[in-house]
């Protein structure tokens, strides 16, 4: 059992899955800083991203838990909404096309 964050076993299943920190970020709905102090054992998290890593990663939710500290809750085995996952990529598509249209429209 890991005692602190492992970011080397993070780093590791991120790029095997051909994923970044952002893209952890963006899953979380944290900051890329917020993501930054998680890998430093800076910040814990919540039951609800270890849920969000698990499906990211392909691994079980304990796996995430074990890997992230001792003190890192399990969630109950409650099964996660796809749904939920998919509206909330919709919105963060939406927002990315909205932030990419502003700039182009100031860029011109």
Known sequence: MALFFDSVWFDARLAQAGLRKSDVAT???LTENQINELWKDQRELKANDVRLLAALLGVTPAEIATRAGISTPVPKD???????????LARIET???????????KLS
Not at 78 to 88: H, N
Not at 97 to 103: R, S, V
């Open 27 to 29: 899953a979380l709905g």
């Open 78 to 88: 409650v099964p996660l909404d796809p749904g939920a996952l998919d509206a909330r």
């Open 95 to 105: 927002e990315l096309a909205e932030i990419k249209a502003l700039i182009a429209r």
